[in-house]
C-alpha cells in the first residue's frame, strides 16, 4: 500500500535542467533502495538511476555524468537531478522501490525540445 508520487517535470530545451522529486509514504523507505524508470511512447519502461539504502548510486549509460540520484529520507523522497538533457530524454519518469516494488505511480512527464 505504498504511495508513489512523481512531480517536476515539464517541457525544457535540449541542454537545460530538471530536478524529479518522488515522495513516497510508509516506513519502507528509508530500508531500501530507490530508483528511477522511464519510458518514452512506444518503447519499453526502462531503468535510469538507482540509490541504495547505503548511499551507492548506479546509473545507465547514457544518463551517466548528466543525473544524479539523491534521497532524503526523513522526508521519504528521492530526487534524479538532470543536466544537460537532450531529446532522446524525453519520456514519463517514475520511481520505485528496490526490492519491494509497488504499483507504478502516475508518473511526470519530461519532454526536451531540439
Known amino acids: 500500500q505504498v504511495q508513489l508520487v512523481e512531480s517536476g517535470g515539464g517541457l525544457v530545451q535540449a541542454g537545460g535542467s530538471l530536478r524529479l522529486s518522488c515522495v513516497a509514504s510508509?516506513?519502507?523507505?528509508?530500508?531500501?533502495?530507490m530508483g528511477w524508470y522511464r519510458q518514452a511512447p512506444g518503447k519499453q519502461r526502462e531503468w535510469v538511476a538507482t540509490?541504495?539504502?547505503?548511499?551507492?548510486?548506479h546509473y545507465e549509460d547514457s544518463v551517466k555524468g548528466r543525473f544524479t540520484i539523491s534521497r532524503h529520507n526523513a522526508k521519504n523522497t528521492v530526487y534524479l537531478e538532470m543536466n544537460r538533457l537532450r531529446p532522446e530524454d524525453t519520456a514519463v519518469y517514475y520511481c520505485?522501490?528496490?526490492?519491494?516494488?509497488?504499483?507504478w505511480g502516475q508518473g511526470t512527464q519530461v519532454t526536451v525540445s531540439s
Open positions: 520505485n522501490i528496490i526490492g519491494r516494488p509497488q504499483s
Open positions: 510508509g516506513s519502507i523507505f528509508s530500508a531500501n533502495g
Open positions: 540509490i541504495t539504502s547505503g548511499g551507492n548510486t
